[in-house]
């Protein structure tokens, strides 16, 4: 671990604009520098780096922030690895806090294990080049036209046919036999004898994000189905497979500047599809695709496109796949080659033109990818049915509620039905999904308190309680990155009310802060941000700013974070825009002084008016699991909530009449 004070020298010494150009070449511009951006693809410089404030900013993509950030986006690394980086680059001594015994133990041991598969990774690809390695395994991959740069870039080698030809290798040049097993390597017998786990089977690395290698998944080249088609790493110390990619180190840079990740089913489909230049591809490790492995895509990007056969078990871990992307809040699209095809035989066919024009033309939103693969279900009206709520179940997954009502409408043209339809069934699987969360949600925490399993039954004021998961923070998050606009930008400015508003605290000295102001009113009832990043912000920002620390060194200081997206978050919310938004415009018009008195109290009327109808929506939403009676007390409820709206809107003079 860092310790505080080195981190606070490197962060002290990093200078953007030094850092950046390390990557990208600057070009001055007045007091700030602009390139095209390293994110994205353009031939417009919007990427702006500004030496006085520290930061970096693209008005195209909306990549921002400090030193360290963009060493995090553009290495794809984590904090404690750019911090290391920038350390190194303007000689800084990093020494590490003591470590436990225990710590370093663990350490130590993962290193050998690492260092073990650094060692077994050089042996399969030195067998490669000789014998049998080169006369079975060298062949095959030329046999699927395989490039020697693309053999060496992929780091493809041979496990030898003789059952401990690696282990003796292993065990001769001084690591421990015990290491061997623990790594995946080798299995050991009851009598305590050692055996290769892979032998006489092609070989293909797996490594981590960070390029090391941590698994080996290998494939016979025998036909006759006597043995398994492919051997891979069991779960190990360094490897789980679950979490993992195949290609995703290769991958990363070029998923991150498309913006897309190609997702296809197998090893060669990676390793080919690479060599024509697609090099955003990645494959899941000889597992259906996880949850963990979408999560890992998406530090990248959150589009993907599914590459996966079109026979009937591609077909099903499509649709599976689909589910789980939308799940994550993520785009998805997916591809069918031509009958007889997958991703590797095609893109031997093609050229690297031939096939970005196949994908473009050919890949479809998930709505139309069901549709296609449905078959002939017009004339059945029961399958019919099925179909249309196996897409509806589909959409359900989608979290963001605006893309939600974007795909029922696709989903009714598609199917020719009334999108009513869709979205009933969309709200019964959203209950199920509910429930069954709260179920869960219940029996661990009667388990954590040593409770019988089955709980009595919810009063109403409990169901009134609990959050509804369809209500989501969308509806809140505008109001509260207007509120967290001003904390940033005006957090210690005066507010300067004159003696006829409401907001007069009756004396001329007493000028609440724009940051005081806002904080009185969202922690006057005990409530709290429902946006989680914007809620951590508000929550760091009001710790910093009781310490009195000056308002650009806590803008700083969250930009320097290593949650990336609360850093992006407060980079959005504390730079300007190249466009004036209409309350920058007013503000031009305005003093300073006028257009906060002004606008700080709109704000908070707007966020207390979403809170109101974020309440409104959920107290609907349980209308439908009470009786008669509760019913009535809910719907008093709802009328009294928004008799309070329309006094909202009144005082922000958008009343309806």
Known sequence: MIPQQTVDLILDNARIDDVVSDFVTLKRRGANFVACCPFHNEKTPSFYVSPVKGIYKCFGCGKAGTAVGFVMEHEHCSYTEALRYLAKKYNIEVIEEEESAEQIA???RSESLLQVMEYAQ?????????????????????????????IERFALGWAPSGRSVFVDAAVAAGYKPEYLVEAGLAVQYDDGRLADRFHDRVVFPIQSVSGRTIAFSCRTLKTDGSVAKYVNSPDTPLYDKSKSLYGIYLAKAEIGRRGKCYLAEGNVDVVTMHQLGLTNTVASCGTSLTQQQIRLIKKFTENVTIMYDGDAAGVHAALKAIGMILDEGMNVKVLLFPDGDDPDSFCRKHTLQEVEDFIEKNEQ?????????????KSDPLRRANVINDVADAIANIPDAVKREVFVDKCSSVFEVNSD?????????????????????????????????????????????????SIENRTLAKAESDLLYFMLNYGREELDFPSDSEYYSGSELDKPTVSDFIRASIDSDGSHMANTVYRHIYE???????????????????????????????????????????????????????????????SILCYNERRLQNRVESLRQSLRNLDEDNQVAVLQEIVKLQAAQRRINAKLGRDKK
């Open 122 to 150: 050089k042996f399969y690809v030195s067998a490669l080049s000789e014998g049998e390695g080169r006369a079975v395994g060298y062949n095959y991959f030329k046999s699927r036209a395989l490039e020697d740069q693309t």
């Open 540 to 602: 760091e920002y009001s710790r910093l700013y009781d310490n009195q620390m000056p308002q650009p060194d806590i803008i700083k200081y969250l930009l320097d974070q290593p949650d990336r997206a609360m850093a992006e978050a407060v980079s959005q919310l504390s730079t300007e825009k190249y466009m004036l938004t209409v309350r920058n415009f007013e503000k031009a018009l305005m003093t300073k002084s006028s257009w906060l008195v002004v606008y700080v109290p709109k």
């Open 106 to 108: 663990q350490r130590q």
């Open 365 to 377: 939103d998930f709505v139309s990818y069901m549709y296609s693969v449905a078959g002939d279900f």
């Open 421 to 469: 339809s869709i979205y009933k069934r969309i709200n019964t699987t959203l209950a199920k999904k509910r429930e069954e969360t709260q179920k869960i949600m219940e029996r661990e925490r009667r388990r954590q308190e040593n409770l019988p399993d089955v709980p009595p039954p919810p009063e109403y004021g409990e169901q009134q309680a609990k959050p509804l998961l």
